[in-house]
Every structure is written in structure tokens, then in C-alpha cells.
């Protein structure tokens, strides 16, 4: 038997739709709205009927109804509908009766910000990687040139050209190892593999691979932690990657002799990480956004240091996707404080 849907059905059908969709008569009158369409234009139940676009003090769908009412055809726009801020693609298309004659119109309307947000983030991120391919790669096309046109015949500029190359050709290939570590985390294409971790360990290891950075700037680290302390649960080579990253950054933005002190302790089911350094600071305004990718402070003294600006944004990544968090705390001249935190097993 085929069941018939009677109009309670319909009513459920239209309640439950995330697009609003609202029908008008060949007026231009409002026949019926659902209830995502009551909340998109902040009306009670009911409060659009009878209403014409005009009257609900929407100019541009008033004028996209009459075009469909006057002409038959479909038309689409995208379109902020005041006083929100998301994004909505709005589709109106005429209903006709047998005769082809028409007799109103029904607009859709989704909400598309998640879609157009995500597109502007897209482009402003391969934009951001073609800018920072872009400079290594023109630095050694200049240096490759001069050394063609006869800057080879002197060998001790020639050394230093090359090593130049070799320091541009380092980043690029850092770079790209970063984007595809980033990209791997993010993609959750690299598996997670969390296994007791003792985070003493770890942080020992770290300090010796960066040893030859601390003492060629005559830096004093100290390590202070909580004589018990739990196993953590982790990834070992990811959480090795944050280490080397938060560590690094505090020798490279440190002056020579300047302190570091990695703390860890514990708070209940987490263990807390932190590096103090007695560095350069960052700045209020940039503390927000050193996370984010290829955020840099001062773009010009990183790249010469090597930076790619990747290194927090993993770090943000892979502790979160440990279900731990990232925080930082900095005063410009005195120093900064980044710490992370992981769950004990
Ligand atoms: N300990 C710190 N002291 C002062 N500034 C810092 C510190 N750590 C990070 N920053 C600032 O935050 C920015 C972003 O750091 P991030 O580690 O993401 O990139 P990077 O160090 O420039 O490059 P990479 O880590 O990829 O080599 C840095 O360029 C720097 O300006
Ligand atoms: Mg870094």
C-alpha cells in the first residue's frame, strides 16, 4: 500500500530541515515559512505569513522574488542577511501551475559561511606557501647566476655563495618536511600511537640533541620536575617533535647566557610542561596568533634564523590531538613561557 503524506507529515519535514525555505504567492506574499526560516529572519512562529520580503526589510530578496515572479526563472545570490554575519546562499525558483502560468516563487536558503571560510583559509594558505617557497628559491637562483657570470673563478666567494645555496636549499627541504607533518596530523593520516611515555626521558634526549645550540650560545638550561611524576600517554616521536620545537624556540629567540628552565609537574590527571625562557618577549598583540601557521613575530629575523614559522602550529597540533593543550605567557624584553600539557596513563 502506498501511504499518502497528509500535511502533519509535511510540517515535520519542513520543521526538520536545517535550510530555511519560505513559499510565496504570485504577490510576492509570504505563504509559508519553516522554522529555520523564522530563526534566520528573528521572527516568532508564524511571524512571516502574509508578509511581503519589503516588509520583513530584506531589499535584495524582495528584488530577487519579483525578478522570479516577472520573468519565471530561477536566480541564486549569496548574501548576508542582516543583522547576522554567516553567509547564505539563497536559490529562488518559481512554482508554476499546469498552464505554465506562475504562481509564486519558493526561495532555499543555506547557510554557506563554513564553506566560504574554509575557501578563503585555502587560499590564503597556498598563498602563504608559494611566499615562503618563493624567497629561498629566488635567493638561490641570484646566487646560482652571479656565481655563472664569473663569480665561480674566485674561489673563496665561491664558498661562500654555495654555502649560502646550501643554507636556502636546507630551509626548502625543511619547509616542505614541516608542511607534510603538518598536513599528515591534520589529515589524521598519521596514526596516533600513544604508549606510556616517561616524559623525564624524553625531555633529557631533547636537551642532549639540542646540546651543540645550547652551549655554542652559552645558554643555561635547567630541568626542574615533580620527584613523582606519572607515565604520560603519548606518541613518543610526536611528543620528541613538540619537545625539539618548544625547546628550539627558546634557544633561538634567547640571547647568549641567557636561562631556560623546562618545568614539569603535575595536576591531577595532567602533566604540565613549561619553557621559560629569559628571551626577547612577544608581543600582547601577537600572542594570540603565534600558533597559527607561518605566523611569525618578526618575519625577517626568523627566516634568517632558519624559521618556517611551522613549528607551533605542529606543536598546537599534536598535543591537542593527544587531548592536552597549548598555552603561552610573554613579556616583550623579560621572556616567554610556552607550555603543553598531556594526560598521565
Ligand atoms: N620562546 C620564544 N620567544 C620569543 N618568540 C618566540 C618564541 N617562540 C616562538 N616565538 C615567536 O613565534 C613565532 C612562531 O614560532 P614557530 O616555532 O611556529 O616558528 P619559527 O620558530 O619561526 O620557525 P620553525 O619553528 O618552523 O623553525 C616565531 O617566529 C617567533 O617570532
Ligand atoms: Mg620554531
Known amino acids: 500500500m502506498v501511504a499518502v503524506l ?53 531589499d535584495d530578496i524582495f528584488a530577487m522574488i519579483e525578478e522570479v515572479l516577472m520573468r ?21 525558483m518559481p512554482i508554476k501551475n499546469d498552464a505554465r502560468e506562475i504562481e509564486g516563487a519558493v526561495a532555499v536558503f543555506r547557510d554557506v559561511t563554513d564553506a566560504r571560510n574554509f575557501d578563503q583559509m585555502r587560499s590564503e594558505f597556498v598563498g602563504n606557501v608559494s611566499h615562503e617557497l618563493r624567497t629561498p628559491l629566488t635567493s638561490i637562483k641570484g646566487f646560482v647566476e652571479t656565481l655563472l657570470d664569473g663569480a665561480m673563478e674566485n674561489s673563496a666567494i665561491c664558498r661562500r655563495f654555495l654555502s649560502i645555496i646550501d643554507a636556502e636549499t636546507e630551509r626548502l627541504s625543511r619547509l616542505i618536511e614541516d608542511l607534510l607533518s603538518l598536513s599528515s596530523i591534520e589529515s589524521k593520516e598519521r596514526i596516533i600511537n600513544p604508549k606510556p611515555v616517561c616524559l623525564i626521558r624524553s625531555i633529557r634526549s631533547v636537551m642532549n640533541i639540542l646540546g651543540p645550540q645550547i652551549s655554542e650560545k652559552s645558554l643555561h638550561v635547567e630541568f626542574i620536575c615533580d620527584a613523582q611524576l606519572s607515565l604520560i600517554l603519548a606518541d613518543e616521536d610526536l611528543l620528541n617533535q613538540v619537545l625539539i620545537n618548544l ?24 602533566v604540565i610542561t613549561t619553557f621559560t625562557d629569559t628571551g626577547m618577549g612577544i608581543p600582547h598583540e601577537s600572542l594570540p596568533r603565534v600558533f597559527e601557521r607561518f605566523y611569525r613575530v618578526d618575519k625577517a629575523r626568523s627566516r634568517h634564523q632558519g624559521g618556517t614559522g611551522l613549528g607551533l602550529a605542529i606543536v598546537k597540533h ?8 597549548v598555552f603561552v605567557e610573554s613579556e616583550v624584553g623579560r621572556g616567554s613561557t610556552f607550555g603543553v600539557s598531556f594526560l598521565v596513563v
Open 247 to 270: 625547546l628550539d624556540n627558546a634557544i633561538k629567540y634567547t640571547p647568549r647566557q641567557g636561562k631556560i628552565i623546562i618545568r614539569s609537574r603535575q595536576r591531577d590527571s595532567r
Open 6 to 58: 497528509d500535511n502533519k507529515h509535511i510540517d515535520a519535514i519542513m520543521a526538520s530541515l536545517m535550510d530555511g525555505i519560505i513559499t510565496f504567492d504570485g504577490k510576492g506574499h509570504i505563504i509559508m515559512a519553516n522554522k529555520a526560516a523564522e530563526n534566520l529572519f528573528l521572527v516568532r512562529e508564524g511571524g512571516l505569513e502574509g508578509k511581503t520580503m519589503l516588509e520583513i526589510g530584506d
Open 318 to 325: 599534536i598535543v591537542e590531538s593527544h587531548g592536552g593543550e
Open 72 to 92: 519565471g526563472n530561477e536566480v541564486f545570490a549569496e548574501t548576508v542577511i542582516q543583522p547576522r554575519t554567516q553567509i547564505y546562499r539563497v536559490h529562488v
